[in-house]
C-alpha cells in the first residue's frame, strides 16, 4: 500500500517569511496530492491540490510542486501570516480507482507575529 | 450546496454504552470515509464505503466497531460497549465522483467528538 511520509513535524517562521513543507510518497500509481489544513478544533480543509500531469500549481501565496521522478511533493506558503498558523496535512492516492487517499503525519506551523 | 454534515457534534457515553455517529455526504457524492484523530495527532484511516458496500475497512478495529452506509440515509459508524480509549474526534469525509464513478477528492465534514466517562 502506499506510504506518505511528512517533514518537519513542527515549524516556526516570522511573518513575512516563507514556509515550505515536504512528503514523500512510496506507490509510483499515485496521480493525485491533496493538502489540507486543519485550525485547532476544526476540520481539515482543502487549500490545494495537484495531479501527475503537471508539475506546479499556484493559488495566490500558496504552490505546491511535484516530482514524479523523485516521488516528492512540496507546499510552499509565501508571506506568512499569523491566520496561516495550522496543522498541514499531506496526501496521496490514486484518483479513478476505489483507493483510501492516505495522509501524511501532519505539520504543525506557527507563524510569529 | 451543503457541506460534509455529521451528528452529534459533541457525544458523551459511558463506559460499556453504545456510541452511533452519522455523516450526510455532501449531495451527489457517493463515497465515504471514516478518520479518527486523537487530540495532537494526525488523521487516522478508519473505514471506505459506498452505497452499501464496504469498499476498504483495513483501518476499523476487528471488535466492537462497524460501519454502514445504507441505500438510503446517512453513513453511519458504530461503536458498542465503549471504552476510555475510544475518546477522540471522529471526522467523516465525502468524496466526489470522476466519470463512471471512482473517487476523487475528499471534503470532511465537522467532526464528532466522542468522550467515554
Known amino acids: 500500500g502506499e506510504n506518505v511520509e511528512q517533514h518537519p513535524s513542527t515549524l516556526s517562521v516570522q511573518e513575512g517569511d516563507s514556509a515550505v513543507i515536504k512528503c514523500t510518497y512510496s506507490d509510483s500509481a499515485s496521480n493525485y496530492f491533496p493538502w489540507y489544513k486543519q485550525e485547532l478544533g476544526k476540520r481539515p480543509q482543502l487549500i490545494i491540490d495537484i495531479r501527475s500531469n503537471v508539475g506546479e500549481k499556484k493559488d495566490q501565496r500558496i504552490a505546491v510542486t511535484l516530482n514524479k521522478t523523485a516521488k516528492h511533493f512540496s507546499l510552499h506558503i509565501t508571506e506568512t501570516q499569523p491566520e496561516d498558523s495550522a496543522v498541514y496535512f499531506c496526501?496521496?492516492?490514486?484518483?479513478?480507482?476505489?483507493?483510501?487517499?492516505?495522509f501524511g503525519t501532519g505539520t504543525k506551523l506557527q507563524v510569529i507575529p | 450546496n451543503a457541506g460534509v454534515m455529521q451528528n452529534p457534534r459533541h457525544l458523551v457515553r459511558r463506559r460499556g454504552q453504545e456510541a452511533r455517529l452519522r455523516c450526510s455526504p455532501m449531495k451527489g457524492h457517493s463515497h465515504v470515509y471514516w478518520y479518527r484523530q486523537l487530540p495532537e495527532e494526525g488523521l487516522k484511516f478508519m473505514v471506505y464505503?459506498?452505497?452499501?458496500?464496504?469498499?476498504?475497512e483495513s483501518g476499523m478495529p476487528k471488535e466492537r466497531f462497524s460501519a454502514e452506509f445504507p441505500k438510503e440515509g446517512p453513513s453511519i459508524l458504530r461503536i458498542q460497549q465503549v471504552v476510555r480509549g475510544d475518546s477522540a474526534a471522529y471526522f467523516c469525509?465525502?468524496?466526489?465522483?470522476?466519470?463512471?464513478?471512482?473517487?476523487?477528492?475528499?471534503?470532511f465534514g465537522p467532526g464528532t467528538r466522542l468522550t467515554v466517562l
Open positions: 469525509a465525502s468524496s466526489t465522483n470522476l466519470a463512471g464513478g471512482a473517487a476523487d477528492t475528499q471534503y
Open positions: 464505503l459506498q452505497k452499501e458496500n464496504i469498499i476498504d
Open positions: 496526501a496521496a492516492t490514486f484518483s479513478g480507482g476505489y483507493q483510501k487517499v492516505t
